[in-house]
């Protein structure tokens, strides 16, 4: 009987451990002018914890599912910032957004 109970308690426990990983489906601006932007900010994306990054060049933004555990939204934002993209949270060094193919270069906000 205590084995049983045991058993029943260590099932309930991975369940409730399960439930804490959240999973987010959030959008966030990136700024970004052509195709090649938007390879580069979906490769940028494409890491452990991120399930999905998929950038409309139209409405220049970015729709993220990522597991809130493994990654939070301010590193995504930085992750975007050192590639040479500006996002409302995190605005891109200088000499990244230089670095950038001359045609991806956007109107940076002051």
Known sequence: MKKAIAVVLIILSGQMFGQSKKVIDTKIFVNGVCGMCEERI?????????????WDLDTKMCRIVYKQDLIKEQQIHEILASIGHDTKKAKAKQEDYENLHHCCHYKREE
């Open 42 to 54: 979906e490769e940028a994306l494409d890491i452990k914890g991120i399930k999905l990054a998929d």
